[in-house]
């Protein structure tokens, strides 16, 4: 059987095939200079649903970072606070001893040894306050405002609650606690470091020998330098949490990098190889599209 092949016909063939030309064109364009794989899921459904599962990821990731970087500065901070605390501490022990010395120093020689005491122990209190963006590093979840403030009656409030922390998640399932108890660093009560310094003075003042209060003291040394090495501890693992975070950033930017971006090379050279096919194309149809009898019998 053959076939009838009409003008008309070449004519609707050339324009389908040129438009078709036309359209990848047009998308490889699209490509290039949006630098994109695809512009809609529908283009390619599989991909698509991988890039969003990569998003996500990244997402959640980007969250964990943020954890990461605050946790650490609560860690820094803590730190930092108990590291100047027990520096104070050793001081406070220190000029304990030297005014256990009775036989050496007069009641002035006391009497300037309890002031120095009296603004050591004012220091330990501000460092025992510290605070970042507003929440005190070593009062837990609580919102007073402070960690130790006096009572007025010669004691010190604790506004802590006992056993609540402050903790942030680093990944999936892993959570460090990034605040300190100051209860177990600076002590509560009578047993506190401000009112063990308290006694120090006092007895300074009334003439009591003072040597009995350096137990104390290096029993609340002994809990500073605990507590700061476990809070060392969960410093080296949060910074741990922050080398994994960064090598799965890049890890997961390079996966949705080769699923959702293209290859510039590799679409500059479709590129030009499809405008050579539109080109071609168009000097086809101009040959299809020529004069035809009807044009002659007019």
């Given at each position: ?112 040894i309890a002031v120095e005491l009296e603004g050591i122990r004012d220091e330990l209190l501000g460092k025992a306050n510290t605070s970042l963006l ?149 000097q086809v149809t101009s040959r299809v599209l020529q004069p035809t009898l009807m044009d002659f019998l007019s």
């Amino acid at each position: 059987m053959i076939s009838r092949v009409t003008a008309q016909t070449m004519t609707q063939a050339s324009l389908r095939h040129l438009q078709t030309n036309l359209t990848e064109l047009a998308r490889l364009q699209e490509q290039a200079t949006s630098q994109r794989a695809f512009l809609a899921p529908s283009d390619n459904p599989s991909a698509a649903a991988q890039t969003l599962g990569l998003h996500a990821e990244q997402a959640r990731n980007t969250q964990y970072a943020r954890n990461i970087d605050d946790g650490l500065a609560w860690v820094s901070t803590v730190d930092a606070a108990i590291g100047a605390s027990t520096a104070l501490l050793q001081r406070a022990r220190a000029l304990t001893l030297q005014g256990a010395n009775d036989g050496a120093l007069d009641a002035t020689a006391k009497e300037a040894i309890a002031v120095e005491l009296e603004g050591i122990r004012d220091e330990l209190l501000g460092k025992a306050n510290t605070s970042l963006l507003g929440r005190s590093v070593f009062a837990g979840t609580s919102d007073a405002g402070y960690a130790f403030r006096p009572d007025g009656a010669g004691g010190y409030d604790f506004s802590g609650t006992p056993g609540s922390s402050v903790e942030r998640r680093l990944s999936d399932g892993v959570t460090v606690r990034v605040d300190a108890d100051g209860a177990e660093v600076f002590g509560t009560g009578d047993e506190s470091v401000f009112a063990l310094i308290d006694d120090v003075v006092a007895d300074l003042r009334a003439g009591t020998n003072v040597r009995s209060h350096v137990d104390g003291i290096d029993e609340r040394l002994t809990a500073m330098l605990s507590a700061q090495g476990a809070v060392g501890a969960r410093q080296a693992q949060i910074e741990r949490a922050k080398e994994v975070a960064v090598d799965t950033s890049v890890s997961l930017e390079t996966r949705r990098a080769a699923v959702e971006d293209v290859d510039s090379v590799e679409v500059f050279v479709q590129l030009q190889a499809q405008e050579l096919v539109y080109r071609s194309a168009l000097q086809v149809t101009s040959r299809v599209l020529q004069p035809t009898l009807m044009d002659f019998l007019s």
